[in-house]
């Protein structure tokens, strides 16, 4: 089992200490064209560990989880929430899936890093 050296290397410090200092979790404008051409801007700060696991816990499917974690990261500039739990079943019934899908991706990827798009999978998951 990997552990934390007692005394740092030379130069390097500890590597929690380096990991901790490099994080950067300034919101991320974000910006989803609609159907009706209009821009949707929102900001999202990276997602941590405990984050995710929050919306795990409080997701019982997939979809859930998504919708947790758009619920818990998707901000306006000023950086308050922009939406509620409340909010979940109206954006599942009234929002495309092609949209919150693009929404749901820029939180778990708000650098638009490649990678696999997320898919909502159906109720049966």
């Given at each position: 089992m990997a552990t934390t050296p007692a005394s740092p290397s030379p130069g390097f410090g500890r590597a929690i200490d380096k990991l901790r200092k490099a994080a950067n979790f300034e919101?991320?404008?974000?910006?989803?064209?609609l159907s009706d051409g209009s821009d949707f801007e929102y900001w999202v700060k990276p997602l941590t560990a405990a984050e995710r696991e929050k919306a795990q816990k409080n997701g019982k499917s997939t979809n859930d989880f998504a919708m947790q974690l758009l619920v818990m990261k998707a901000e306006d500039e000023n950086g308050e929430k922009i939406f509620k739990s409340g909010d979940i079943p109206v954006l599942r019934n009234d929002i495309e899936?092609?949209?919150?899908?693009?929404?749901?991706?820029?939180?778990?990827?708000?650098?638009?890093?490649?990678?696999?798009?997320?898919?909502?999978?159906?109720?049966e998951d």
């Open positions: 919101p991320i404008r974000q910006c989803i064209t899936d092609e949209i919150l899908q693009k929404m749901i991706l820029s939180v778990l990827k708000p650098n638009g890093e490649e990678g696999e798009e997320f898919e909502m999978k159906s109720a």
